[in-house]
């Protein structure tokens, strides 16, 4: 869920409230008050914020959390086919991505440095 929330945070700059609402209408366990306070804390605008300059890298948590991709594999079916490490960065693959499967929409080091740039425009006006 964090991975998800500081993808739509701070990848593609949307409003934390976007997401959150999301996970409450979706999520079987939505708690309206530990949804709300964690999409705050990964958007780093909560009282009890992560630091603004954490942001998760989708690819380095899927190899970190499910280095032989069990899971991806399991619930992408575009996937399902390559094997072993090659379902976190099948746009790597010679060929491409198999045959449905999408190239990325961002490229995450561009946005991250997007992301640092805005909170640090953002916190040169608090002071």
Same mark, same amino acid.
């Given at each position: 869920?964090?991975?998800?929330?500081?993808?739509?945070?701070?990848?593609?700059? &949307?409003?934390?409230?976007?997401?959150? =609402?999301?996970?409450?209408?979706?999520?079987?366990?939505?708690?309206?008050?530990? !949804?709300?306070?964690?999409?705050?804390? /990964?958007?780093?605008?909560?009282?009890?914020?992560?630091?603004?300059?954490?942001?998760? !890298?989708?690819?380095?948590?899927? =190899?970190?959390?499910?280095?032989?991709?069990?899971?991806?594999?399991?619930?992408?079916?575009? %996937? $399902?086919? %390559?094997?072993?490490? #090659?379902?976190? @960065?099948?746009?790597? %693959?010679?060929?491409? +991505? +198999? !045959?449905?499967? +999408? &190239? +990325? /929409?961002?490229?995450?080091? @561009? #946005?991250? @440095? #997007?992301? %640092?740039? $805005?909170?640090?425009? /953002?916190?040169?006006?608090?002071?």
């Amino acid at each position: 869920r964090m991975v998800v929330a500081s993808f739509l945070t701070k990848d593609l700059h &949307l409003y934390w409230t976007r997401g959150a =609402r999301h996970f409450m209408r979706h999520l079987r366990d939505g708690d309206l008050a530990s !949804n709300s306070h964690g999409w705050q804390w /990964v958007a780093g605008t909560g009282t009890d914020a992560s630091p603004y300059f954490r942001v998760f !890298n989708p690819v380095k948590q899927g =190899r970190d959390h499910d280095p032989d991709g069990d899971y991806i594999r399991r619930w992408v079916p575009e %996937l $399902r086919g %390559l094997s072993g490490k #090659e379902v976190h @960065e099948p746009w790597l %693959l010679p060929d491409g +991505p +198999p !045959n449905g499967y +999408p &190239l +990325p /929409v961002v490229d995450h080091a @561009e #946005e991250r @440095e #997007e992301t %640092l740039r $805005r909170y640090q425009a /953002v916190r040169g006006t608090a002071r």
